[in-house]
Nanobody, 121 residues
Framework: QVQLVESGGGLVQAGGSLRLSCAAS????????MGWFRQAPGKEREFVAA????????RYSDSVKGRFTISRENAKKTVYLQMNSLKPEDTALYYC??????????????WGQGTQVTVSS
């Protein structure tokens, strides 16, 4: 079992920055890939970024590439999503997930509760 707890969401103006954190626990979480997904009201869950915990390989959606950075800190068992140059269309509930990796949410077995990000124009 892997437990995930997100934090760091909030309200920010367009052009601003936020850093989301995902604290992981459980005996085998380092064997997983970690992903960030988001879901806006009335829309499907959307892939944002992923990182393979063991080697640090990253992947991004085209909509956030160059603005968001995913990273992990082994000592703190935490994955981060640094979000810069935020746009109103980034507004969503952001989820952290652990699983096999990639951009398909069905490949992820464990999910956090989500943290809200709201970007005002």
């Amino acid at each position: 079992q892997v437990q995930l707890v997100e934090s760091g969401g909030g309200l920010v103006q367009a052009g601003g920055s936020l850093r989301l954190s995902c604290a992981a626990s459980g005996r085998t979480f380092r064997s997983y890939a970690m992903g960030w997904f988001r879901q806006a009201p009335g829309k499907e869950r959307e892939f944002v970024a992923a990182i393979v915990w063991s080697v640090g390989t990253t992947r991004y959606s085209d909509s956030v590439k160059g603005r968001f950075t995913i990273s992990r800190e082994n000592a703190k068992k935490t994955v981060y999503l640094q979000m810069n140059s935020l746009k109103p269309e980034d507004t969503a509930l952001y989820y952290c997930a652990a699983g096999r990796g990639g951009d398909n949410f069905q490949a992820y077995d464990y999910w956090g509760q989500g943290t809200q990000v709201t970007v005002s124009s």
